[in-house]
C-alpha cells in the first residue's frame, strides 16, 4: 500500500521529518518525507497495509514539540523506487 500524507499543523521546525523518519525506519515503511512552502509536511509512504495503518497513526501523533491538526491522505499506486525512508530538503 502506498500513501501520499500532508499534515497540517505546527509540524515544520519541531523535529517532524526527523521523528517520521525514525517511525518509518523501525516500522519498515519505505518512502520519503519533506517541507512543503505552504508550512504543511508531505509524505509519500509505502508499506503493507498493516504497518501503513500503524505509520499512519504515529504521523497523526506527531513529534513531542509538533501539533497535528489534520491529515489528508490519497492512495497511490505502489512502486518499486522506493529502497529505504528519506527526508528530502528543499
Do not use: C
Not at 525514525?22 to 512543503?36: E, K, S
Not at 497523526?60 to 527526508?87: C, H, M, W
Amino acid at each position: 500500500m502506498r500513501q501520499r500524507i500532508i499534515v497540517h499543523g505546527h509540524v515544520q521546525g519541531v523535529g517532524f521529518r526527523q521523528y517520521t523518519r525514525l517511525v518509518a525506519l523501525r516500522m519498515g515503511v519505505r518512502g520519503w518525507v519533506r517541507n512543503r512552502a505552504d508550512g504543511t509536511v508531505e509524505i509519500d509512504a509505502q508499506a503493507p497495509a498493516s504497518k501503513m495503518e500503524r505509520f499512519v497513526e504515529a504521523v497523526r501523533k506527531g513529534s513531542p514539540a509538533s501539533t497535528v491538526d489534520r491529515l489528508e491522505t490519497q492512495n497511490q499506486t505502489p512502486t518499486n523506487r522506493f529502497q529505504d525512508f528519506r527526508i528530502r530538503y528543499s
